[in-house]
């Protein structure tokens, strides 16, 4: 299943919070979505549409667990849908109607890896900037020494 989700342009992710799953693949939606999958070792699969990991949003409340979308990829290996809908801990057998529901995004995105970054020069900067002036005040204080 691993494979067939790689060849429909899935990747593994490092950026997750582990929840005992074998597998943690994603693939990019329309922006700013992207569709997770966890496979499990027991070969259980759940799977949510949810804001980009680009985003700080993600950590939020913007994430919805579905099946459908999921079973348009496993269908080419599964001939049957046999999916829980963790929601409601029942399993789907059958998608009498394929709604579209669309989710709205949050209304402001920020992006994590620019903030980051800063920060990240910000600490370089100040640790430069300290580095320095320690090392200014010692050649100080051993010039008056030798006077």
């Not at 997770?36 to 027991?42: D, G, K, L, N, Q």
């Not at 709205?104 to 620019?114: E, F, I, Q, S, V």
């Not at 980051?116 to 600490?123: D, E, L, S």
Request: hydrophobic share 40%.
């Amino acid at each position: 299943m691993c494979r067939l989700l790689k060849e429909e342009e899935f990747t593994e992710t490092w950026l997750r919070v582990p929840k005992g799953e074998k597998y943690s693949l994603v693939r990019r939606l329309i922006e700013p979505w992207e569709l997770h999958v966890r496979i499990y070792e027991s070969g259980f699969i759940e799977s949510e549409v949810e804001v980009s990991r680009d985003y700080i949003e993600h950590l939020g409340e913007y994430r919805v667990y579905v099946v459908y979308e999921l079973f348009n990829f496993y269908s080419k290996v599964y001939d049957r849908l046999h999916i829980l809908y963790k929601p409601r801990n029942r399993w789907v057998v059958k998608v009498w109607d394929n709604l579209r529901i669309r989710v709205k995004p949050p209304k402001l995105l920020t992006p994590w890896k620019p903030i980051a970054v800063g920060v990240g020069v910000a600490i370089a900067v100040g640790l430069l900037t300290y580095a320095l002036a320690k090392l200014e005040k010692g050649d100080h204080e051993h010039s008056q020494e030798t006077t």
